[in-house]
């Protein structure tokens, strides 16, 4: 089994409009409701190796950049 790599999801709840591209790339990751007034939730903590794909390119599909992948150990932001 792969060991979880040290990088986790973080999101801009400002920026968030609930267009739901991170939920159809990854949705093990993000769930949105429906509605005017819908955010994303995020999954917390190490993404796993075999989710990172999918939630890189949520981040790169989100269309308002509302995610962002932070790596806990060295702290740089992608
Ligand atoms: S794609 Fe971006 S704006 Fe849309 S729900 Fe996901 S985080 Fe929010």
Redesign the pocket.
Known sequence: MAEPTPIRVE?DFD?????????AEAPEW?T?GKGPEA??RARRGAIPDDHLEAVRA?VK????Q??RLVHDDANPQE
């Open positions: 999101v920026l968030c409009q609930g267009h739901a591209e991170c939920q993000f949105v955010k994303v949520a599909y989100c269309p308002t509302a995610l």
